[in-house]
T-cell receptor, first 115, second 112 residues
Framework: EAQVTQNPRYLITVTGKKLTVTCSQNMNHEYMSWYRQDPGLGLRQIYYSMNVEVTDKGDVPEGYKVSRKEKRNFPLILESPSPNQTSLYFC??????????????FGPGTRLTVL | RKEVEQDPGPFNVPEGATVAFNCTYSNSASQSFFWYRQDCRKEPKLLMSVYSSGNEDGRFTAQLNRASQYISLLIRDSKLSDSATYLCVVNHGNTGFQKLVFGTGTRLLVSP
């Protein structure tokens, strides 16, 4: 089944404790992206990747890191989480970065709470 | 001004009603347009792309007005299962690559 998976789905942690949220897609998609969704603000892009070893900042990259060592995986790293990073996080992927009509497929989401 | 603006609702309608949502966008260079549906605390899922000529998929009709920079979604014969948040999504693509900008969503509640 074609899908985007994220782990963990739910995480409660404390300020400053490094964490990684994994994202994997099995559709051989070039483009992958991380978003956060907060009430009243909609989905905002954190980082994106156009292909292996090509990543760039989105609109709200502060406090986050990413890597794209393999085409299928795009982990999101919070080196020192803070309470303002409490949010619902979605990973998404799309077949071709340069095809503006491509659909983006979303993972099921990770609900993160930082105490 | 937000890049993509939607009325947050909620729109409360009875089953069988017709309901319409509008969305405005600020970047005139925007390349492509979509409506996504999001159920509570779930991931957004593509409902339909919006083409310049307008397009229809069953009970759903989407329209694009580039001159006025708005897109619309019409739902006919509403079902209980249509209750969700509808996200207007614009692909700026100024650099030739994807750049999705999301509206905050319009909530629809269909009641028996």
């Amino acid at each position: 089944e074609a899908q985007v998976t994220q782990n963990p789905r739910y995480l409660i942690t404390v300020t400053g404790k490094k964490l990684t949220v994994t994202c994997s897609q099995n559709m051989n998609h070039e483009y992958m992206s991380w978003y956060r969704q907060d009430p009243g603000l909609g989905l905002r892009q954190i980082y994106y990747s156009m292909n292996v070893e090509v990543t760039d900042k989105g609109d709200v990259p502060e406090g986050y890191k990413v890597s794209r060592k393999e085409k299928r995986n795009f982990p999101l790293i919070l080196e020192s989480p803070s309470p303002n990073q409490t949010s619902l996080y979605f990973c998404a992927s799309s077949l071709r970065a340069a095809d503006l009509l491509n659909t983006q497929y979303f993972g099921p989401g990770t609900r993160l709470t930082v105490l | 001004r937000k890049e993509v603006e939607q009325d947050p609702g909620p729109f409360n309608v009875p089953e069988g009603a017709t309901v319409a949502f509008n969305c405005t966008y600020s970047n005139s260079a925007s390349q492509s347009f979509f409506w996504y549906r999001q159920d509570c605390r779930k991931e957004p899922k593509l409902l339909m792309s919006v083409y310049s000529s307008g397009n229809e998929d069953g009970r759903f009709t989407a329209q694009l007005n580039r001159a006025s920079q708005y897109i619309s979604l019409l739902i006919r014969d509403s079902k209980l299962s249509d209750s969700a948040t509808y996200l207007c999504v614009v692909n700026h693509g100024n650099t030739g690559f994807q750049k999705l900008v999301f509206g905050t969503g319009t909530r629809l509640l269909v009641s028996p």
